[in-house]
């Protein structure tokens, strides 16, 4: 992280009183008797929301500076289909028994949809619905795979952390690359661990890759798209939109946030920035965050999940199961999509595409994603099938406010990492966002509950 020039208090006055900065004088007296708090929380996604709506419920001084022209971060509803309210970010409550995301949705009353992967076909390399044999099989080699990675964990003469891919690799041996189950132990690897945290196999950390917890109770998604949440805790918030954060200097008694629209003075700040945002260095703190912060966010790693929506006139696959799961014939390309007939009726298909893939497809035209999607469409229920009518492409990666999907853990990942990410730094700059959470990241629950503990940080 870089340093800021020195502040020059005239030069900041001036732009305030140009600005008409969020944070009024009357409220900052207030401050100064200890009693409200002026508090600044850069990120309107889940987490800064969350922390801001506690905060400002307990009387503080709350402003949300978004860098975006909307809220929610990585919850973003698409309302370009009328009627059909689509998440481009985060979809699913995921596991909503005790997750805290389903009793704010009770509150408001948000109607879900239950999906289940139990509810799935899979489909064979040439587009084929696998034969009871050949789901058998598939079953055999996700034991074997969960089997080798669980000795990986459990080997105490293991000197250091190896990807998923090495620890995969004597399952590997002596086949050939096109063989069955060389595509099957490739398919499960994709599937099941690319698509669920971002990360390629080389990346994932063969002892740590699944250190997150999970919530029971299957999936749910939202009838009116996950903006219902976020829109629900940003009521009464002052959110201020397009304020890019540039630097946070907190070396004095007050914080001074520089933004692309002003200055910003506050008691104590709450950075909810994706892991993406700060591994950038865009943002220019002073001091420097310390060594071991900037330690953990080098060594976290920020994976891609890409989503393509293609609309139909009507649906031409099967419409009593959520899931398609394809074998592909290229590692990662559309191995699983969503079919979204059964929850909603919506005569919608949802691609997914992660890690290496996730990244790679960005770089192509939407003519040619939507191209080699139907490809593989094509590949199981004929050339024959319709054009889509429309689509809905993400490309999460190259977003600048994000910078990638949701972080995971990476070849060498320690332990701690995240709690020092976590960790507040001189009482004045908290930390919050699904990366700051050991147990849930990766989520929107994580983000959530991360947020709501850096608010208690404050009030403790
Ligand atoms: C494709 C995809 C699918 C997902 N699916 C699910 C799912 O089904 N279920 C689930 O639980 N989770 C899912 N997730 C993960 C979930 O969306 C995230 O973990 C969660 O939304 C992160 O919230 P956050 O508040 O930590 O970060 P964000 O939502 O990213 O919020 C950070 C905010 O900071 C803002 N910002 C960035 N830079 C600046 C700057 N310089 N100045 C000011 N503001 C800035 C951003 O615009 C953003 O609004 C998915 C994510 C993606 C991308």
Request: aromatic share 6%; net charge positive.
């Given at each position: 992280m870089n340093h800021i020039p020195p502040v020059n208090k005239r030069e900041i006055l001036k732009i305030l009183l140009s600005c008409m900065l969020p944070i009024s004088n009357a409220q900052s007296q207030d401050s100064h008797s200890g009693k409200v708090k002026r508090i600044a929380v850069i990120g309107a996604g889940i987490a800064g929301l969350a922390a801001a709506n506690h905060l400002?419920?307990?009387?503080?001084?709350?402003?949300?500076?978004?860098?975006?022209?909307?809220?929610?971060?990585?919850?973003?509803?698409?309302?370009?289909?009328?009627?059909?309210?689509?998440?481009?970010?985060?979809?699913w409550i995921h596991g909503v028994q005790g997750n805290p995301l389903t009793a704010l949705a009770d509150r408001i009353n948000a109607k879900r949809f239950a999906t289940g992967y139990e509810s799935a076909i899979t489909y064979g390399v040439q587009g084929q619905v696998l034969?009871?044999?050949?789901?058998?099989?598939?079953?055999?080699v996700i034991q074997l795979i969960n089997k080798r990675l669980e000795a990986v964990q459990d080997d105490d003469e293991l000197e250091s952390d190896i990807s998923v891919r090495r620890a995969i690799m004597p399952l590997l041996r002596g086949l050939d690359a096109d063989s069955d189950v060389a595509r099957l132990i490739y398919f499960i690897l994709n599937s099941n661990l690319e698509h669920e945290y971002g990360g390629s196999i080389d990346q994932l950390s063969a002892q740590y890759f699944d250190e997150s917890k999970e919530f029971s109770g299957g999936d749910k998604l939202f009838a009116q798209g996950f903006q219902v949440i976020t829109q629900h805790l940003a009521e009464g918030l002052n959110i201020q939109l397009g304020q890019i954060v540039k630097a946070i200097d907190y070396s004095a008694n007050q914080v001074v946030i520089t933004t692309s629209q002003g200055v910003v003075f506050a008691d104590q700040v709450i950075v909810t920035l994706p892991l993406g945002v700060l591994k950038s260095g865009q943002i220019?703190?002073?001091?420097?965050?310390?060594?071991?912060?900037?330690?953990?966010?080098?060594?976290?790693?920020?994976?891609?999940?890409?989503?393509?929506?293609?609309r139909f006139d009507k649906a031409f696959w099967p419409t009593d199961v959520d899931w398609l799961e394809v074998i592909p014939t290229q590692h990662g390309h559309w191995a699983e999509w969503i079919s979204f007939m059964r929850a909603t009726k919506?005569?919608?298909?949802?691609?997914?595409?992660?890690?290496?893939?996730?990244?790679?497809?960005?770089g192509m035209s939407d003519a040619d994603i939507v191209q080699d999607a139907m490809q593989t469409l094509q590949r199981i229920y004929g050339n024959n099938i319709p054009q889509p009518i429309d689509f809905q492409i993400t490309r999460w990666a190259q977003d600048p406010f994000s910078l990638g999907s949701y972080s995971f853990n990476q070849v060498g990942y320690k332990p701690n990492q995240r709690d020092i990410l976590a960790a507040p730094v001189k009482g004045k700059v908290f930390f919050a966002g699904?990366?700051?959470?050991?147990?849930?990241?990766?989520?929107?629950?994580?983000?959530?509950?991360?947020?709501?503990?850096?608010?208690?940080?404050?009030t403790d």
């Open positions: 400002q419920k307990l009387g503080h001084n709350v402003t949300v500076l978004e860098g975006r022209e909307r809220i929610g971060g990585r919850i973003w509803t698409s309302k370009q289909w009328p009627n059909m309210p689509l998440d481009l970010g985060a979809t034969t009871k044999v050949q789901t058998k099989e598939l079953d055999q220019r703190f002073k001091p420097a965050l310390p060594d071991n912060k900037q330690k953990s966010i080098e060594k976290m790693q920020m994976g891609v999940l890409n989503k393509c929506f293609l919506w005569p919608v298909l949802l691609g997914f595409n992660a890690a290496d893939r996730g990244r790679e497809i960005e699904e990366a700051t959470h050991k147990d849930h990241f990766g989520t929107a629950h994580g983000a959530y509950m991360s947020g709501l503990r850096a608010a208690r940080e404050i």
